[in-house]
């Protein structure tokens, strides 16, 4: 394994950092639903839990999956941080009380506020991005993409990210049973022959 670039290390730093305090809002939003108040070991409680969900998902790679492409990726691997954490955070409060510990409902109540927080805000950072690449391509001349296959996916993936230099309007195709469908949210207008209507 070589080197890692600085700037993907400066990168990963300040994701782990936004994701450290979203996770602490979690647990002080959760300590607020769950206790109505800040507890004593809240802090102990809440400092081992988001540790211990930031080394899985660092464990998992999360923190390598850059935000402008996979929303699924995304998903799965912080799952994946979050589900072994919450279950053997339940497991050893149950075996320390039973079902009957306090630490149970607030597990619950602040891993899930995490999970969303810190999902939510790849997704909204994804749309942000998406939203400022649709902006910008809307001064760039209009383009219709010919053939609604692989190719031309992945152009219209390309132009949403912001690498074309026009602005992708809709697909044509010689199956006319494609007429009328939506590839990647762009309609299929019909063939090369309907293109001149």
Same mark, same amino acid.
């Given at each position: 394994?070589?080197?890692?670039?600085?700037?993907?290390?400066?990168?990963?730093?300040?994701?782990?950092?936004?994701?450290?305090?979203?996770?602490?809002?979690?647990?002080?939003?959760?300590?607020?639903?769950?206790?109505?108040?800040?507890?004593?070991?809240?802090?102990?409680?809440?400092?081992?839990?988001?540790?211990a969900i930031q080394f899985v998902l660092i464990a998992v790679r999360f923190y390598r999956i850059r935000v402008s492409e996979s929303s699924?990726?995304? #998903?799965?691997?912080?799952?994946? =941080? /979050? $589900?072994?954490?919450? +279950?053997?955070?339940?497991?050893?409060?149950? &075996?320390?009380?039973?079902?009957?510990?306090?630490?149970i409902p607030y597990l619950i109540v602040a891993d899930g506020y995490g999970f969303l927080f810190v999902a939510g805000s790849r997704v909204?950072?994804?749309?942000?991005?998406?939203?400022?690449?649709?902006?910008?391509?809307?001064?760039?001349?209009?383009?219709?993409?010919?053939?609604?296959?692989?190719?031309?996916?992945?152009?219209?993936?390309?132009?949403?990210?912001?690498? #074309?230099?026009?602005?992708?309007? =809709? /697909? $044509?195709?010689?199956? +006319?049973?494609?007429?009328?469908?939506?590839? &990647?949210?762009?309609?299929?207008?019909?063939?090369?022959?309907?293109?001149?209507?």
């Amino acid at each position: 394994m070589g080197l890692v670039p600085a700037n993907q290390t400066k990168r990963w730093s300040v994701l782990v950092l936004i994701d450290f305090l979203l996770l602490l809002l979690a647990s002080f939003l959760a300590s607020w639903v769950v206790f109505c108040s800040i507890i004593p070991l809240f802090h102990s409680y809440a400092l081992v839990n988001i540790a211990a969900i930031q080394f899985v998902l660092i464990a998992v790679r999360f923190y390598r999956i850059r935000v402008s492409e996979s929303s699924l990726d995304v #998903l799965n691997r912080s799952l994946a =941080g /979050f $589900v072994p954490v919450f +279950v053997i955070s339940v497991l050893l409060c149950f &075996l320390d009380d039973g079902f009957h510990n306090r630490w149970i409902p607030y597990l619950i109540v602040a891993d899930g506020y995490g999970f969303l927080f810190v999902a939510g805000s790849r997704v909204a950072f994804r749309s942000f991005l998406n939203y400022r690449n649709k902006q910008e391509s809307n001064n760039l001349p209009r383009a219709v993409v010919y053939g609604a296959g692989e190719l031309g996916n992945t152009l219209v993936r390309q132009n949403i990210k912001g690498k #074309l230099p026009y602005h992708v309007v =809709g /697909f $044509v195709d010689d199956d +006319v049973t494609l007429t009328g469908t939506y590839m &990647l949210g762009l309609k299929v207008h019909g063939t090369v022959d309907d293109l001149a209507e």
